[in-house]
């Protein structure tokens, strides 16, 4: 059982900077392809941003891209989303997932999932 703890949300203004944090813990969390999401209430969650177990591939969705970094140290057990330029838009809860069969933009696509990390921009 991989459990995803994340950290960094919280009031922003826009065109701030944020960054969120995913420390996991009871699996080996180099083997897994991790993911970010994001959900607001009465909509689906939607892909953020993915990474793959070693940290060489990353893929962004349309709504983060180019405004968002993605990276992880295998050796501390944590992935990182760089956030930038932060949009009300952006507003939303924010989830890290572990996927053992890869990385994907699928939600259906992870194992394991954290309690989210609630991020509001003011305008």
């Known amino acids: 059982q991989v459990h995803l703890v994340e950290s960094g949300g919280g009031l922003v203004q826009a065109g701030g900077s944020l960054r969120l944090s995913c420390a996991a813990s009871?699996?080996?969390?180099?083997?897994?392809?991790m993911g970010w999401f994001r959900q607001v209430p009465g909509k689906e969650r939607e892909f953020a941003a993915g990474?793959?177990?070693?940290?060489?591939?990353?893929l962004y969705g349309d709504s983060v891209k180019g405004r968002s970094t993605l990276s992880r140290d295998n050796a501390k057990n944590t992935v990182y989303l760089q956030m930038s330029n932060l949009k009300p838009e952006d507003t939303a809860v924010y989830y890290c997932?572990?996927?053992?069969?890869?990385?994907?933009?699928?939600?259906?696509?992870?194992?394991?999932w954290g309690q989210g990390t609630q991020v509001t921009v003011s305008s």
């Open positions: 997932a572990a996927s053992i069969t890869g990385w994907t933009e699928r939600a259906n696509g992870y194992q394991w």
């Open positions: 009871g699996g080996t969390f180099s083997r897994y392809g």
């Open positions: 990474i793959s177990s070693t940290g060489g591939l990353t």
